[in-house]
């Protein structure tokens, strides 16, 4: 045990370096996401039966597993028997404030809930290892499909996808559609994508965005190529939404959801082009929390229930000035990030690793 | 003149990495620029290529001012940055097909280029590996070609034989005096000083972010020279190891 004193000093000083270093927002979100679930706890628990012990301690068990991202590659350097590598992972994830907050959620609502929540986020071998998935058409511009191919890989994109396909067998399953479902899940589908908008060079790492800045590319260039990226990956989900929509609630409603959509759209592809200029942040694929700047992530949130309000007040000129303040707002900040980044690109690239 | 560079600096805070370098290269040579770890080397070929942005100086590549005209300058250079600068959710193909229209070139003259690059670099078996997934030895491969694919009049190389094996390291000495020969410049750092000296026609070492010799190799043995600047770590007492 003190001959491992000293490695396990060092993994808890990595820790909470990294933890309380500067410009660590990343983890600060994922800690306050998680504290967010235990509110909720709170409020549901009174409604969920109590599960048997046995469920709490696999949900830990794999819990752990998946939060104790520390670093790996360090313990394994050094000569240590299988009982200290154990001993390593468990200081690890006992030093992960993470754990304790799972734990709590754990306790409080579900064993079950944070296992499912863990298995997706951390554990999924398709998520986190990168495996390939479908390549995407040929024929799409390189760029594009290079950008499809790292988001779908997102757990952002995937729960996109997934809610997506939940509102059409909503749709397939009640065919009185409640209007409120209408307009609220294109509002959840931008929200739970914002990620990808706000931080466009995250899935690139630093290497990446290196490459785009040794390519013959104007800066307006590099940022109207993530916007057509994004304007795919978000407009399928919605256009399926919208889809469903016509086909329940009728014309007028799906016109609605439309321009609903297509203002969501402008939104982040503006507000997503002028942040992942000026707050980016190293992006992981199985988080879908901001962990870039709170006041842009806030930002972001309240421009995209602008669009959900509007369609839900009923007044179509309201909706149609919120189109055109999106479009307006999409023109002027996409421009303006395009000439920013030149300027910029040392901080963008010193910002993703 | 391929590359001019005047008074380059670049500080990061306090710190000043390169403190004022001025090169010039001309076309049809192949010149290494040396020196030891943290020297500046890698901050200074970031600069000339336009990955960061000098302090204070002046950068003109091909004729074109690097600050007044970034894509001009990109159009006509080959980099095989440090990093590699590969995006991981590509394969090793689909780098040089996304690159090659990029630089004006039509898609059937890429298709022909990449694979004939990447045959000569023993790659081509394995160009459907997403970069993600390649070892460090194909990333780099992958990003040389990247590099050459538009033929270009001026190619930066920070350390491009380190994790090659010796036969693609053999092809990609060929290319690159072969490129030279026909008038392009080719600049290189490396710490691999045997292997610079039989490539390179000039040479530049520098130290504490400054150059501190230069002139042409075959006067005195680059090892003589670079010594005589660098001098080595010498006196401890290693008795006890072995």
């Not at chain 1, 800045?213 to 190529?225: C, D, F, N, W």
Request: contains cysteine; charged residues 15%; positive net charge.
């Amino acid at each position: 045990m003190a001959r491992l004193g000293p490695l396990l000093l060092s993994l808890v000083k990595i820790r909470w370096r990294t933890l309380l270093g500067r410009g660590n927002a990343e983890i600060t979100g994922e800690v306050l996401l998680l504290l967010g679930a235990a509110i909720l706890a709170e409020r549901v628990v009174a409604y969920l039966p109590q599960l048997p012990m046995p469920g709490v301690v696999a949900g830990l068990a794999v819990a752990w597993l998946g939060l104790s991202w520390g670093p790996e590659g360090v313990p394994g350097q050094f000569p240590l028997t299988r009982a200290d590598r154990m001993l390593v992972r468990l200081t690890e994830v006992a030093v992960n404030p993470l754990s304790w907050v799972v734990l709590y959620v754990s306790v409080r609502v579900s064993p079950w809930a944070p296992l499912v929540a863990v298995l997706a986020l951390f554990e999924w071998p398709v998520v986190k290892r990168g495996k390939r998935l479908s390549a995407g058409p040929s024929r799409w511009p390189a760029l594009l499909r290079k950008d499809v191919r790292a988001a779908v890989r997102l757990f952002d994109t995937m729960m996109a996808g997934g809610i997506a396909l939940m509102f059409v067998a909503y749709a397939v399953r009640e065919p009185k559609m409640a209007v409120e479902a209408a307009w609220i899940v294109p509002v959840v589908l931008a929200l739970s994508n914002s990620n990808l908008a706000l931080n466009a060079f995250g899935t690139d790492q630093g290497t990446g965005f290196d490459r785009y800045l040794l390519l013959p590319m104007t800066g307006a260039e590099i940022v109207r190529s993530k916007t057509q990226s994004l304007l795919v990956l978000l407009g399928a989900p919605m256009a399926l939404v919208s889809l469903a929509v016509f086909w329940r609630l009728g014309g007028a409603m799906g016109g609605t959801i439309v321009v609903e959509c297509l203002s969501l759209l402008l939104l982040l592809a503006g507000w997503g082009a002028w942040t992942s200029v000026h707050s980016p942040y190293p992006m992981r694929a199985y988080r879908f929390s901001d962990g870039g700047s709170v006041f842009y992530g806030l930002a972001a949130f309240a421009l995209c229930l602008a669009p959900g309000f509007a369609a839900a007040s009923g007044q179509w000129w309201v909706r149609f000035v919120v189109l055109g303040l999106a479009a307006a707002l999409a023109w002027q900040l996409t421009g303006a990030a395009g000439r920013r980044l030149e300027s910029r690109r040392e901080l963008i690239r010193a910002r993703l690793p | 003149m391929s590359i001019r560079a005047a008074g380059l600096v670049k500080r990061f805070g306090d710190f000043t990495a390169v403190a004022g370098v001025d090169l010039t290269v001309e076309p049809g040579s192949i010149h290494g620029f040396l020196g030891p770890n943290g020297s500046g080397k890698s901050t200074t070929v970031k600069m000339l290529t336009g990955l960061r942005i000098p302090t204070a100086g002046t950068v003109e590549i091909n004729g074109i001012s690097l600050a007044a005209d970034p894509v001009a300058v990109k159009r006509t250079i080959g980099v095989l940055p440090e990093d590699l600068a590969l995006f991981d959710a590509l394969t090793l193909w689909e780098h040089l097909t996304l690159a090659g229209p990029l630089y004006g070139l039509t898609a059937a003259e890429t298709e022909q280029r990449a694979g004939q690059l990447l045959r000569y670099l023993d790659l081509f078996d394995e160009r459907h590996t997403e970069a993600g997934q390649a070892s460090y030895g194909m990333r780099k491969k992958t990003a040389f070609a990247l590099a050459l694919l538009h033929n270009p009049k001026t190619l930066f190389l920070d350390e491009p034989f380190e994790g090659i094996d010796p036969s693609s390291a053999e092809n990609m000495r060929e290319l690159l005096v072969g490129l030279a020969a026909k008038g392009a410049a080719v600049f290189i750092t490396s710490h691999i000083l045997d292997v610079v000296e039989k490539l390179v026609g000039t040479y530049s070492i520098l130290s504490g972010g400054k150059v501190v010799a230069s002139g042409r190799t075959g006067d005195r043995p680059l090892k003589d020279v670079y010594f005589e600047h660098i001098p080595r770590p010498a006196g401890e007492d290693f008795t006890w190891l072995g």
